[in-house]
């Protein structure tokens, strides 16, 4: 007598994450379209707060460390405008923070449609970063704007602004599958994602630069563990190509690239492994 076996078998393959995601594309694209018009229902100004954001943060922080902090802010955004140096470095992060954030809870938040319809689990942290990918693109559009109005256009090394955003969406990637995985089968996770988040906004060179940080800390081992922070080369290499118009420096890029692979690998790794059991835990 025969009778029927069911192996999760496939859905562990690691080899299959491409082609399931390709094979999924659909999906993907339908839930950021439906994730961007449900975020902005019902507003005013609608899709123009993906503008106003980044800006009114900005314009607050440019506030308080050109007047509130006035003296002990010298310096602090060197031969550029203090708006300008702060939305080149908020843009990208905000990218990240959200993507990562939003990623960490997206399994748990849409826990109905995971435990009702097969689909690669992946989808769900990927497509949640989609809406926070199009904000960031029109923050970035927003920096553009401002930079050519204060400071004039773009030198020809702002063409490797691509290969470094490349290099944090690979970071952002691996990071965003790895917590939400984590998240499912333990809740702490989301708590310690909001912290790590909110120290990463201070340890990475937002409204500074990694200059003053060096000339600060010398070459102190506070020096070394602050640099383990990846985004730090990668803020830093975007302000090199996009304001001073120099080559990234491969000391800053070397070393988020290597973290970002390996981030990656190990998020897929242990996502797909274990995306066969994920419904049983929400």
């Known amino acids: ?18 082609p399931d995601l390709i ?11 439906k994730d961007l018009r ?4 019902n507003t005013v100004v609608g899709f123009m707060w993906t503008v106003l954001q980044p800006l009114a943060f900005t314009l607050i922080l440019t506030f308080v460390f050109t007047h509130v902090f006035a003296g002990r802010a010298a310096g ?3 031969d550029h405008p203090m708006i300008v140096h702060i939305l080149c470095g908020l843009v990208f992060w905000q990218m990240f923070a959200t993507s990562v954030g939003r990623a960490t809870s997206s399994l748990l938040d849409n826990h109905d449609l995971v435990k009702k319809a097969y689909f690669p689990r992946e989808v769900m942290p ?3 970063m989609g809406i ?6 029109i923050g970035f559009l927003l920096f553009m704007v401002v930079r050519i109005w204060l400071e ?15 290099i944090q969406l690979i970071l952002t990637t691996g990071i965003a599958l790895l917590c939400a995985y984590l998240n499912v089968y333990y809740r702490d996770v989301g708590y310690i994602v909001e912290v790590a988040l909110t120290f990463g ?16 800390a010398g070459n102190s081992l506070a020096l070394k563990l602050y640099m383990l922070n990846p985004m730090v080369g990668i803020i830093s290499s975007f302000r090199q190509v996009l304001l001073d118009n120099r080559a990234p420096s491969l000391d800053l890029m070397l070393y988020p690239l290597a973290i970002a692979v390996i981030v990656l690998l190990l998020g897929i790794v242990m996502f797909r492994r274990n995306a066969a059991t994920i419904a049983d835990h929400l």
Not at 132 to 137: D, L
Not at 203 to 212: D, H, K, L, V
């Open 76 to 78: 602090l955004s060197g």
């Open 23 to 33: 094979r999924s594309r659909g999906l993907i694209y339908d839930l950021v379209s």
């Open 201 to 216: 906004f201070y340890a990475t060179p937002i409204f500074y630069s990694i200059e003053q940080v060096s000339a600060a």
């Open 132 to 137: 926070c990918i199009v904000n960031g693109i």
């Open 152 to 166: 004039g256009g773009f030198g020809w090394n702002a063409l490797w602004t691509p290969v470094i955003f490349l």
């Open 1 to 18: 007598m025969s009778s029927l076996v069911y192996s999760d078998a496939y859905a562990r393959q690691v080899r299959r994450v491409l």
């Open 38 to 41: 449900a975020r902005y229902r």
């Open 126 to 128: 990927l497509a949640s």
